[in-house]
Antibody, heavy 119, light 106 residues
């Protein structure tokens, strides 16, 4: 069965960086884009960006361009999302999600990683 | 940038029909999908390509999309349906979510 297992919660200071991992299993990792979505406390879902694990190609929401980088390691079926220059409003749960090109949906989601930015 | 607008909250009595709307410019020209999220859990897809239900989603969930509005309809709403619901569409290759609607079953 498809599983996306994310790394554990992080606490960071403003200005620091954080890198969240998402290990995929149960499907062809290079066969599906991996998207990243975040959710601030008590707020809605916000799409951040994606990676094509096969080519390494990425695209990002305009809001995150220049501050967010998504990468992958195909040898271990893992995607990574790094946010630099963290601010307090980056405090959120970050999700990875497998994109299905057939249905154009995010079919499987990781369990989420809470990133807290606090001085 | 493209935007999707949802009502913040909808209330429904058990057994009645709940309708949650999602508005966006010419949304009917794109596919809309809907995610359900319960407290402390990851989102779950309940409707895709406007009207289709993934396997395992009850038949009481249905969807439509025309003009500027997509609608998620839950017939015979049950207490277990109480959750936040998000519509989502694609603007080129960029994902766009609505602000979410809290469905209360009371």
């Amino acid at each position: 069965q498809v599983q996306l297992v994310q790394s554990g919660a992080e606490v960071k200071k403003p200005g620091a960086s954080v890198k969240v991992s998402c290990k995929a299993s149960g499907y062809s990792f290079i066969g599906h884009y991996m998207d990243w979505v975040r959710q601030a406390p008590g707020q809605g879902l916000e799409w951040m960006g994606r990676i094509n694990p096969n080519s390494g190609g990425t695209n990002y929401a305009q809001k995150f361009q220049g501050r967010v980088t998504v990468t992958r390691d195909t040898s271990i079926s893992t995607a990574y999302m790094e946010v630099t220059r963290l601010r307090s409003d980056d405090t959120a749960v970050y999700y990875c999600a497998m994109y299905s090109s057939t249905s154009k949906t995010l079919d499987y989601w990781g369990q989420g990683t809470l990133v807290t930015v606090s001085s | 940038s493209y935007e999707l607008t949802q009502p913040p909250s909808v209330s429904v009595s058990p057994g009645q029909t709940a309708s949650i709307t999602c508005s966006g410019d010419k949304l009917g020209d794109r596919y809309a999908c809907w995610y359900q999220q319960k407290p402390g859990q990851s989102p779950v897809l309940v409707i895709y390509q406007d009207t289709k239900r993934p396997s395992g989603i009850p038949e009481r969930f249905s969807g439509s999309n025309s003009g500027n509005t997509a609608t998620l309809t839950i017939s015979g709403t049950q207490a277990m349906d109480e959750a936040d619901y998000y519509c989502q569409a694609w603007d080129s290759s960029t994902g766009v979510f609505g602000g979410g609607t809290k469905l209360t079953v009371l």
